[in-house]
T-cell receptor, first 114, second 113 residues
C-alpha cells in the first residue's frame, strides 16, 4: 500500500515564524501536492511538483514556497507565518504513470498560527 | 473558471438506507472524476473513480453515475452503515496532461440508527 506520511499532526507557531511542513511518500511517485483544507472551501492546491526540483504554483501559492530535493520528500515552507494560514495542510502523491489522477493523501497537519 | 461543487453540505440518513451524494462540475475538459472519503482526523481516501467514456461504475456497495450532458455526478452508497459517516469529496481532472484535480467543497454524511 502507498504510504504518505507528514512530519506533524498538530503544530502551533507564532506569527512571523518560518514554518516547515514535511511530507514523505514511499511509492516512488513522480507527483506530489500540497493542499490546504478549510471549512466550506474544500481542498485548495497550494503547490505541485512533478519531478525532483520541479514545481508549479497551484491556486493559492501566496505566502508559501516548496522544496523537492529528493523524489520521496516534498516540503512546504511558510516564510513568515500569519494567522490566516491557520488551516489543515494535506500532502498527496500520485504516480503520474499508468492510471492517472488518483492521489494518495497523508493524514494532514493541523497548523495553528497565533 | 473551472469548478467542482457539491450540492449539500450535510446529508443525514438512517442506517440501512441508501445514500446519494451529488456533485456538479463546470469543466467540459474533465475526463476523469474521483470520489474521496475523509473520516475525522484522517486524510481523504479513494473510494471510486470514473472516466468520461463511462456513465456508471460500481464498486463494493458504491456506485458512481456520470451525466455529461448536465455535468453532474453522484455517489450512491447502498445500505449505509455507521462506518460510512464521513465527509465525501468529488474531484475532477483539470486537464489531460497532469494529475491535478479540482476538489468540491464536500458533503458530510451523518448516519443515525
Amino acid at each position: 500500500d502507498v504510504k504518505v506520511t507528514q512530519s506533524s499532526r498538530y503544530l502551533v507557531k507564532r506569527t512571523g515564524e518560518k514554518v516547515f511542513l514535511e511530507c514523505v511518500q514511499d511509492m516512488d511517485h513522480e507527483n506530489m501536492f500540497w493542499y490546504r483544507q478549510d471549512p466550506g472551501l474544500g481542498l485548495r492546491l497550494i503547490y505541485f511538483s512533478y519531478d525532483v526540483k520541479m514545481k508549479e504554483k497551484g491556486d493559492i501559492p501566496e505566502g508559501y514556497s516548496v522544496s523537492r530535493e529528493k523524489k520521496e520528500r516534498f516540503s512546504l515552507i511558510l516564510e513568515s507565518a500569519s494567522t490566516n494560514q491557520t488551516s489543515m495542510y494535506l500532502c498527496a502523491s500520485s504516480s503520474g504513470q499508468g492510471v492517472p489522477y488518483e492521489q494518495y493523501f497523508g493524514p494532514g497537519t493541523r497548523l495553528t498560527v497565533t | 473558471g473551472e469548478s467542482v461543487g457539491l450540492h449539500l453540505p450535510t446529508l443525514s440518513v438512517q442506517e440501512g438506507d441508501n445514500s446519494i451524494i451529488n456533485c456538479a462540475y463546470s469543466n467540459s475538459a474533465s475526463d476523469y472524476f474521483i470520489w474521496y472519503k475523509q473520516e475525522s482526523g484522517k486524510g481523504p481516501q479513494f473510494i471510486i473513480d470514473i472516466r468520461s467514456n463511462m456513465d456508471k461504475r460500481q464498486g463494493q456497495r458504491v456506485t458512481v453515475l456520470l451525466n455529461k450532458t448536465v455535468k453532474h455526478l453522484s455517489l450512491q452508497i447502498a445500505a449505509t452503515q455507521p462506518g460510512d459517516s464521513a465527509v465525501y469529496f468529488c474531484a475532477g481532472a483539470r486537464d489531460h496532461n497532469t494529475d491535478k484535480l479540482i476538489f468540491g467543497t464536500g458533503t458530510r454524511l451523518q448516519v443515525f440508527p
